[in-house]
């Protein structure tokens, strides 16, 4: 399990598995608005992780970045 850590965000950390195809598997956004982040991370399941990155990447909400944003981050750095 990757555990990557949040930043500009009330999430504090996001809880990733993607599989040797590039699914993502298991995805926990810990903290933050509840609702939001259990419906990202939903949407998030069984779809390439790259297809997922490009469509959250950039999403602004405090500042620069939101949750979505921070989950195309945590996948872009998902040590694969």
């Given amino acids: 399990m990757y555990n990557y850590k949040c930043k500009g965000t009330?999430?504090?950390s996001i809880d990733l598995e993607i599989d040797?195809?590039?699914i993502i598997t298991?995805?926990?956004i810990n903290n933050g608005c509840r609702g939001n982040?259990?419906?990202?991370?939903?949407l998030a399941l069984g779809r390439k992780a790259?297809?997922?990155a490009a469509q959250l990447k950039g999403i602004p909400c405090r500042g620069?970045?939101?949750c979505p944003d921070q989950l195309a981050r945590a996948i872009e750095s998902y040590p694969y």
């Fill in 26 to 28: 298991y995805c926990k």
């Fill in 20 to 22: 040797a195809n590039g």
């Fill in 10 to 12: 009330c999430s504090t």
């Fill in 64 to 66: 620069d970045t939101s």
């Fill in 50 to 52: 790259e297809e997922v």
């Fill in 37 to 42: 982040t259990q419906g990202v991370a939903r």
